[in-house]
């Protein structure tokens, strides 16, 4: 996959492509849908996906609380597997976000990117102060020779597949829920981090990893599945994993700690992709080191129990 980032510079055989535009976080079965119409039209040019980073929303709200369902490293992990051809990730800034819904058509879409064939949901807005709409979009498209489709968006037992439903279901530790408008599971990637090596003194050594930045599902303990995406140990493996502050140990900054199942080795530096499968329970805090390790004997029991049956 191909990800271009300038659309002020570039390359001949990246211009003409049939594209879905959107923030696709997450890469939901709604966002599937519309970049199946961008292949479907492509005739023949490349096709692919036109977002932005950093997100909108974070662009306009800095300081608001986490809301991305995957990091940029992930979305466009998820998109090369889907088949994209072209990730054109624009860098949304001031000059981006000052430009009027014409001018995002003109100096963008046909002038910059040269693009044949684009593809929208029926709710997508562009432009400064987001005051172009599906049918401006259109009329810019006929004016300036790209094609434009239209996307209905994709209900599932008659509410709407979104990102925030998505978001809704993670919140309350339903993660089936949440794979079910996903189309996968809902994954935690990231590098391995050093941490205090307090599981490997309780019989469970754990892989940390950061979730900043990221949207928190729901504080607990998390059958899971784990898929180590470089070094000696690549490969696919089962878990369990705890999301939270780790309040037995008086941690105040969220991480994702996981255990990984019949695992020997080490996995600092490497990059982990965790899916939440199920939750299990919430965070707690016991009395004493002897209660938490039964209970963690418990969990990956269970863990074991649900990940074999899948």
Not at 55 to 80: N, V
Not at 173 to 189: D, F, K, T, V, Y
Not at 226 to 244: T, W
């Amino acid at each position: 996959m191909r990800i271009i980032r300038d659309h002020t510079s570039i390359a001949p055989e990246d211009r003409g492509a049939s594209v879905a535009i959107g923030n696709f976080d997450g890469v939901h079965l709604g966002h599937r849908a519309v970049i199946r119409m961008a292949e479907a039209g492509a005739n023949g040019a490349p096709y692919g996906v036109l977002t932005f980073e950093p997100h909108p929303r974070e662009y306009f709200q800095p300081d608001a609380p986490p809301f991305r369902l995957m990091s940029q490293a992930a979305r466009a992990s998820r998109l090369e597997k889907l088949g994209v051809d072209h990730l054109y990730e624009l860098r949304f800034d001031a000059a981006l976000a000052a430009l009027t819904p014409e001018e995002f058509a003109r100096e963008v879409l046909a002038e910059g990117l040269g693009l044949s064939h684009v593809v929208v949901g029926a709710d997508f807005c562009f432009g400064r102060d987001r005051r172009g709409s599906v049918a401006d979009l259109q009329r810019f498209g006929a004016a300036m020779g790209f094609r434009v489709t239209v996307a209905d968006l994709l209900d599932q037992a008659g509410a709407q597949i979104s990102s925030t439903a998505i978001r809704r279901a993670l919140t309350e530790g339903r993660p089936r829920e949440a794979a079910a408008q996903l189309g996968h599971w809902h994954r935690i990637e990231g590098q391995v981090i050093g941490g205090e090596r307090l599981g490997r003194t309780l019989g469970y050594p754990t892989a940390n990893m950061s979730i900043d930045g990221l949207h928190p599902p729901r504080f607990g303990v998390y059958a899971v599945l784990v898929d180590v995406r470089d070094g000696p140990h690549k490969g696919s493996y089962h878990g369990a994993a705890s999301l939270g502050v780790r309040p037995m140990f008086g941690e105040n900054r969220p991480n994702l700690e996981t255990f990984v199942f019949d695992f020997s080795g080490d996995l600092y530096g490497a990059t982990l992709s965790v899916g939440l499968v199920e939750f299990l329970r919430p965070e707690e805090k016991f009395d004493g080191l002897e209660a938490l390790i039964a209970q963690m004997d418990r969990d990956c029991a269970q863990a074991r129990a649900i990940l074999t049956a899948l």
